[in-house]
């Protein structure tokens, strides 16, 4: 679904983002991408979408081209893929409606979407979206008034209202704490599972990694050092990834509250 052929980037300053990487996600994987810090996984993430422009190569979605689309065709293919910051991202004085129907700009003219102007069916989905993620409740709060772990939820349902085929999740629970973050990885597996979304997540931690990846991806200086199911991601393995032993740190032991 996802293919990324012979990818490179590098950035204007001369720092090398991604070198090299050929890499094939199918439909409905749970992917998790581990790597030190500046080791490339927010690059990478970020090429899919062509928030990053890479610099060599090919990244085909289905059986386009994104990397050659332009105008109504990048749109298009951008309105598949929902996005997940780790700061949420969300227009913190607006509602949280608002800010969940936003994910249906890409269905719209401009002019609609500053006039607020959604058709019936783009609130149904909206809050069936916040039904997936149980905070229908919070729908005409102000996503300020959110606690941290509700206001990444948002931003899940956001994506889900793209009616998205896949969700890139860039460091999605670096900012939550182990008991928030476990709910949240929950949602995302969920999702994952019930409808089939490909997931590619970006995860400092490993035991999370290897709680709820069904394929691990390694970075390192902007290489894949390590692709494979979470059984053969040993400890060793991980000690490769981040060239040397995992620190206490990078273990997150949501197994113990
Ligand atoms: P990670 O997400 O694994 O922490 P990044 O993808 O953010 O890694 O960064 C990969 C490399 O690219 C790092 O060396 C980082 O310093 C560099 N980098 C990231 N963004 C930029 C930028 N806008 N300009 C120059 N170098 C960048």
Redesign the pocket.
């Known amino acids: 679904m996802i293919t990324f052929r012979n990818v490179s980037k590098q950035?204007?300053?001369g720092?090398?983002?991604l070198k090299n990487i050929d890499l094939s996600i199918k439909q409905g994987e749970f992917v998790v991408i581990v790597?030190?810090?500046?080791?490339?996984?927010?690059?990478?993430l970020?090429s899919i979408n062509r928030m990053h422009e890479i610099t060599e190569g090919e990244i085909i979605i289905g059986d386009k081209s994104i990397t050659a689309a332009k105008g109504e065709e990048l749109r298009h293919m951008r309105r598949g893929i929902g996005m997940i910051f780790q700061s949420f991202n969300l227009v913190k004085r607006s509602s949280v409606i608002r800010n969940v129907l936003s994910g249906r700009v890409g269905y719209h003219s401009t002019l609609r979407t500053i006039l607020g102007l959604f058709p019936k069916k783009d609130m149904e989905l909206a809050m069936h979206a916040l039904d997936r993620v149980n905070i229908r409740e919070k729908a005409y709060v102000r996503a300020d008034q959110l606690s941290g772990g509700q206001q990444q939820r948002v931003s899940i349902a956001r994506a889900l209202a793209q009616e998205p085929k896949m969700i890139l999740a860039?460091?999605p629970v670096a900012s939550l704490d182990p008991l928030t973050t476990q709910q949240v990885m929950d949602d995302l597996q969920r999702i994952n599972q019930e409808l089939g979304i490909t997931m590619i997540v970006?995860l400092h931690y490993v035991d999370l990694a290897r709680q709820y990846a069904t394929r691990i991806i390694g970075?390192r200086a902007?290489e894949v050092v390590f692709d494979g199911p979470v059984a053969e991601a040993t400890d060793e393995k991980f000690a490769e990834i981040y060239g040397r032993p995992v620190q206490e740190d990078e273990l997150l032991r949501v197994s113990s509250l």
Not at 35 to 40: E, F, I, P, Q
């Open positions: 950035y204007k300053n720092t090398i983002g790597g030190l810090s500046g080791a490339g996984k927010s690059t990478l970020r860039d460091e970006n970075l902007g």
